[in-house]
């Protein structure tokens, strides 16, 4: 969200977002959420080249966790979701 008044503020938090920041959603739980650096972590882990659907949940989560809060009981909702943004972005290229 921008104002020109006031500025551009974090859709999650409402903290101001600074200009490094790139946030892309994905839907975790029905509901869109916030994933700072999102295509950057998918780019990170897809250039591993790993081949198993295991091995890339565990990547996208922790490299996603570095940036990002992931509640301990929602890692599996965001594993998945993580994966069907990685596949999409898959479909595209």
């Known amino acids: ?3 020109e008044k006031d500025g551009v503020y974090c ?3 409402g903290g101001i977002v600074p200009q490094d920041i790139s946030v892309g959603t ?3 739980d029905g509901k869109p959420t916030g994933i700072n ?3 950057f972590i998918l780019d990170e882990v897809r250039a ?3 081949q198993n659907d295991a091995d890339i949940r565990i990547e996208l989560v922790k ?3 570095i940036l990002n809060y992931i509640p301990t009981k929602m890692k599996e909702k965001y594993a998945n979701a993580l994966l069907c943004a990685f596949r999409e972005q898959e479909k595209k290229r």
Request: charged residues 20%; aromatic residues 0%; proline residues 0%.
């Open 26 to 28: 994905i839907e975790i």
């Open 48 to 50: 591993l080249n790993l």
């Open 63 to 65: 490299r996603a966790g």
């Open 1 to 3: 969200m921008s104002d």
């Open 37 to 39: 650096q999102l295509l």
């Open 11 to 13: 859709r999650v938090c």
